[in-house]
């Protein structure tokens, strides 16, 4: 079979230098609507709890617009691409997604992580990070957890009081010695790894390394730079690992590797994440380059939609992160994303008299009402995107226009395909756009641009 036959097959089977950013200040983007402190809170604490759902056997609405779900190349080469996914039966192929909380729960993105490992095969979990830990949502496929003390940092926190790396997440042990559980769930398909490899800054001194059972397991520690690898005597699907550091030590990550051939699809993703915070770490593409990306996926601008408008400024802060990211891994792809069409609360407030209670006459009162409308944010952020693209030679998947454009929000809520605060996805919701970007992906591995 021909490596071209190879994609269409599988797609027929399922109808380093690198320039550093100083890390900023968060920038102050906020709007001056009364609701915006309760929405703000909404999209940084979101927390999807999952349902059942089949990932692969997902249907597809009407509404959405079938005919627009392709990549707009923009006169970006994906030639390298193919031949990486070609190739993956003897190496992986390493896809890095980019996001804020619609990635952070990691149900869109391990819909697409899914099925592209089902037709390519599984290199392994990739990347993930002490969410748990940090005190937010986790993706519910691993484990990384502790029972020591750790200061801990968010990316969405004003101030930073140790360096966060490119993961948005950063936990500093307490005390001089301590330990990590690393691994992925029970109850999930059988994803061993044999190596995993610790991001962090400072030095860390690896003593011992368990399986679940406490049973010493062989090592061998690697250190480089910016992360530490752990490549184990035989498989394992969680670990223990002990270790000591010097005071100086801040760990953002792991990524769990079965040294096998297939496909990594890696998920970042930070409630309330934006251009501008991503960039406020400024070593983004740094950070991701161990992971070897083949491609770079980013999904942002519905939070900046929630705050005051400067497209100048905003494609300015698409630029910075791509330039961060194409710096640093000059051979990966770079696909920007657009939000699709959600709503913002409005909050009204009225005054009604009102009968005293067991007394005579009326009192006044405030009354508060809120309802919801089209985020009409959206729409200039989305066009922004594409202009952007255009212009600069990136790829782009239009969700907007995908999602059903202009009214698509009224559908999805109809459809409950929206979560209540309707600006994030039910489970359903997810899976449905998850087994729309894997489409486009895999069309995009059968044209000929």
């Not at 959405?64 to 003897?90: C, M, P, Q, V």
């Not at 792991?254 to 993703?269: K, T």
């Amino acid at each position: 079979m021909t490596s071209y036959n190879k994609i269409i097959s599988a797609f027929t089977s399922l109808v380093l230098p690198a320039f550093v950013y100083a890390q900023t200040p968060l920038p102050d983007n906020s709007g001056d609507e009364a609701a915006e402190d309760i929405q703000k809170e909404m999209r940084e604490d979101m927390v999807v709890i999952p349902d059942e759902a089949n990932d692969i056997d997902i249907p597809i609405p009407s509404f959405i617009k079938r005919n627009a779900n392709h990549i707009i190349y923009n006169g970006a080469d994906w030639t390298g691409l193919r031949k990486a996914f070609e190739l993956s039966n003897e190496s992986p192929v390493s896809i890095v997604h980019i996001g804020d909380s619609h990635v952070q729960a990691d149900i869109n993105t391990s819909t697409i992580r899914e099925l592209l490992q089902y037709d390519f095969g599984n290199a392994g979990r990739g990347l993930v990070s002490p969410l748990k830990i940090c005190g937010t949502n986790q993706p519910t496929d691993y484990v990384f957890q502790s029972s020591n003390s750790w200061k801990t940092v968010k990316l969405m926190n004003t101030s930073w009081m140790q360096t966060v790396g490119f993961t948005g997440t950063s936990i500093r042990p307490a005390s001089s010695t301590s330990e990590l559980t690393i691994g992925t769930k029970d109850t999930d398909d059988y994803n061993p790894f044999s190596s995993t490899t610790i991001f962090h800054n400072g030095k860390l001194s690896i003593k011992e390394v368990t399986d679940a059972d406490g049973n010493k397991l062989d090592f061998r520690a690697i250190p480089s730079r910016d992360y530490t690898q752990i490549v184990l005597s035989s498989l394992a699907t969680k670990i223990n690992v002990k270790f000591a550091s010097a005071g100086d030590l801040t760990l953002y990550g792991a990524s769990l590797s079965g040294e096998r051939p297939g496909v990594f699809y890696h998920s970042i993703g930070n409630n309330g994440a934006t251009f501008d915070s991503y960039n406020r770490i400024g070593s983004v593409g740094l950070g991701i380059n161990p992971l070897h990306p083949n491609l770079v996926i980013i999904s942002l601008g519905t939070n900046e939609a929630f705050g005051r408008q400067d497209i100048a400024r905003f494609k300015r802060s698409i630029d910075l992160l791509v330039s961060n990211v194409r710096q640093a891994n000059p051979d990966a792809l770079i696909l920007l994303t657009t939000p699709m069409e959600c709503h913002r609360s409005v909050v009204t407030k009225k005054k009604v008299r009102v009968r005293r209670k067991g007394r005579k006459g009326y009192r006044t009162v405030t009354r508060t009402n809120k309802t919801y409308a089209v985020n009409m944010n959206i729409a200039p952020l989305r066009k922004a995107i594409l202009d952007y693209g255009k212009a600069n030679g990136v790829a782009v998947y239009d969700w907007y226009d995908v999602a059903g454009g202009s009214g698509a929000s009224t559908s999805w809520i109809n459809s409950d395909l929206f979560a209540k605060d309707r600006v994030h996805h039910t489970h359903k919701g997810y899976n449905l756009e998850g087994r729309l970007i894997y489409d486009a992906i895999m069309d995009a591995l059968r044209s000929q641009n």
